[in-house]
Each structure stands twice: as structure tokens, then as C-alpha cells.
């Protein structure tokens, strides 16, 4: 392998090692209150993510949460939008949801952990998910529509 070689895949390694970082900033937070889950998905980052979306939001114990949707109590407004075109550095989008059964009902007890998945593209167009949990946002192929 010549220099010029070395040189592209340090630079290519080093843009790879440089979006990760950027894009473990987008930060997840969840908070229970009367039955509802908010999610707050807030941009640490210095530039300015877009097409954020919540996409799933589960219990992380047995119990009778079976799937999620939007807090329907909650009147149109942004605690009900699940995405977002762009997400400034700095800046915070809110999800109020609920955990519901198998039949759709909307379960008021919370379990004791709850997780969810969110996903973006970068400023250079890099589709990424992240969790709240512990695990580094993952890069995905950015959706089509």
C-alpha cells in the first residue's frame, strides 16, 4: 500500500471517528408522570441534525406494555409531533407517549425501565439511531420517504 492509500483511509477513519462522536451528542431522556412516557431528545452537538424521528418506545421488563403511541390527551402541539425536519444545536424536541396492552388500551401503570429509538441524519446526510441506553448510536441507512 503506497502513502496516498494510507493517507485516504486514515482521513476516511478519522471523518468516521469524527461523525460517532458528533453523533453520540444527540442525547435521549425519559420521564414517567401520570402514566405517559415523555421523551426528550435534545442536540448537544455543534451542527444541526435533520429528519428526527422517534420511532419505537418499549418497556424493558415483562409485563402488559405490548406497544406505544403518542399521549392522545394531549392536544395538538409539539408534545405530539414524533418528528421533527431539523433539530438545531442546543436544541430539544419532546415526545409525550403511552405504553399500551395487546388490545390497544392505554396502560397506566409505568414499568420500572423504559427504553426508546430514535433516528437522524448528520450533517453530512449519515443516517444514525440512538437509544437512551448505553449503547453508541448505531449509523443506518437514511429512510427513503
Same mark, same amino acid.
Given at each position: 500500500?503506497?502513502?496516498?492509500?494510507?493517507?485516504?483511509?486514515?482521513?476516511?477513519?478519522?471523518?468516521?471517528?469524527?461523525?460517532?462522536? *458528533?453523533?453520540? $451528542? =444527540?442525547?435521549?431522556? !425519559?420521564?414517567?408522570?401520570? @402514566?405517559?412516557? +415523555?421523551?426528550?431528545?435534545?442536540?448537544?452537538?455543534?451542527?444541526?441534525?435533520?429528519?428526527?424521528?422517534?420511532?419505537?418506545?418499549?418497556?424493558?421488563?415483562?409485563?402488559?406494555?405490548?406497544?406505544?403511541?403518542?399521549?392522545?390527551?394531549?392536544?395538538?402541539?409539539?408534545?405530539?409531533?414524533?418528528?421533527?425536519?431539523?433539530?438545531?444545536?442546543? *436544541?430539544?424536541? $419532546? =415526545?409525550?407517549?403511552? !405504553?399500551?396492552?395487546?388490545? @390497544?388500551?392505554? +396502560?397506566?401503570?409505568?414499568?420500572?425501565?423504559?427504553?426508546?429509538?430514535?433516528?437522524?441524519?448528520?450533517?453530512?446526510?449519515?443516517?444514525?439511531?440512538?437509544?437512551?441506553?448505553?449503547?453508541?448510536?448505531?449509523?443506518?441507512?437514511?429512510?427513503?420517504?
Amino acid at each position: 500500500m503506497d502513502r496516498e492509500e494510507v493517507r485516504i483511509q486514515q482521513a476516511a477513519a478519522e471523518a468516521e471517528s469524527a461523525a460517532l462522536r *458528533e453523533a453520540e $451528542k =444527540v442525547k435521549l431522556e !425519559l420521564a414517567g408522570s401520570g @402514566g405517559s412516557v +415523555v421523551v426528550s431528545i435534545t442536540n448537544n452537538g455543534m451542527a444541526s441534525i435533520t429528519e428526527v424521528e422517534l420511532l419505537r418506545v418499549w418497556a424493558l421488563q415483562e409485563g402488559p406494555w405490548a406497544a406505544w403511541s403518542v399521549n392522545r390527551n394531549m392536544p395538538g402541539g409539539p408534545l405530539t409531533q414524533t418528528r421533527r425536519s431539523i433539530l438545531h444545536p442546543y *436544541e430539544e424536541m $419532546k =415526545v409525550a407517549t403511552w !405504553l399500551l396492552d395487546r388490545d @390497544g388500551q392505554h +396502560v397506566r401503570q409505568l414499568p420500572e425501565a423504559v427504553e426508546a429509538l430514535v433516528r437522524f441524519r448528520d450533517q453530512d446526510g449519515q443516517g444514525w439511531e440512538v437509544t437512551a441506553g448505553d449503547e453508541p448510536p448505531a449509523r443506518v441507512s437514511p429512510p427513503t420517504a
